[in-house]
């Protein structure tokens, strides 16, 4: 810790004192807005809880994301898909291997795609070939969330 002078110990507390200071009159000019937002929070949180009790009453976690096409509720658990930071989608929605597979060409013709991708996109040609083989690239690609 820096060793203060007696002065700038002075005026550092001096400053101390008249932030405290303004920081109460804004917290009283706060005041009547948050009377006046207490009954609306209250509501909220009391919802809020509702929806706990609801999620634990069934045993299910909700997902923290929708899906993106169809707003569907996704809890953990549930089949979907998600790429990286990119957007959920649920069963129904999720790309199938030969969806996926348009999708990595088109961005690979575009030299889109950084080193990393370009070894996922490796990785991901050698899975498609093997789905190819078992005649399931009109399966969708779904993984637990
Ligand atoms: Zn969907």
Redesign the pocket.
Request: net charge negative; hydrophobic share 35%; charged share 25%.
């Given at each position: 810790m820096t060793e203060l002078s007696e002065g700038d110990r002075r005026v550092l507390i001096n400053h101390l004192k008249m932030i405290h200071t303004a920081q109460q009159q804004v917290e009283l000019l706060r005041k009547p807005h948050d009377d006046a937002a207490k009954p609306y929070n209250d509501i909220i949180n009391r919802l809020e809880g509702i929806k706990s009790e609801l999620l634990e009453q069934a045993g299910v976690e909700l997902y923290h994301q929708q899906?993106?096409?169809?707003?569907?509720v996704l809890f953990v658990g549930d089949l979907?898909h998600t790429c990286g930071d990119g957007p959920v989608?649920?069963?129904?929605?999720s790309p199938t291997w030969d969806d996926a597979k348009r999708q990595w060409e088109e961005r690979a013709e575009c030299g889109d795609l950084s080193t990393d991708e370009q070894e996922d996109y490796t990785v991901f040609q050698q899975n498609y070939a093997a789905r190819l083989a078992a005649g399931t690239t009109s399966e969708k690609i779904t993984y637990e969330l």
């Open positions: 899906c993106e096409v169809c707003d569907a979907g989608l649920c069963a129904e929605h």
